[in-house]
């Protein structure tokens, strides 16, 4: 592992579910075709580690979304996603819509 930061930035993406978000980050993230696609198994890409050469060649994973859609803080998926995020070596960065 490097030190280094990955940069995920999803603001001007339309995401209105959870799966709209896995779809998003599927690519950037190297998320391989059997990932779970559930709060579980991005858990365990995040934290564990293993599951994405991509993530696992950074320390950090930041991922930028905005604050609109799936992501305006009512959506329960939404913030039980941003409860995975450990604001450490991951984090979860809600922007106000541009």
């Given at each position: 592992m490097t030190d280094s930061e990955l940069v995920i930035d999803l603001r001007g993406q339309p995401i209105e579910t959870l799966e709209d978000f896995w779809d998003a980050v599927a690519g950037p993230c190297g998320l391989p075709v059997w990932f779970g696609r559930n709060l579980d198994a991005w858990a365990d890409t995040i934290d564990t580690r293993g599951i994405s050469d991509v993530i696992d060649r950074?320390?950090?994973?930041?991922?930028?979304?905005?604050?609109?859609?799936?992501?305006?803080?009512?959506?329960?998926?939404?913030?039980?996603?941003?409860?995975?995020?450990?604001?450490?070596?991951?984090?979860?960065?809600?922007h106000p819509p541009a």
């Open positions: 950074h320390d950090l994973l930041t991922v930028h979304v905005e604050q609109r859609g799936f992501f305006t803080g009512q959506h329960p998926d939404a913030l039980s996603l941003a409860d995975v995020f450990d604001g450490q070596r991951n984090r979860l960065v809600v």
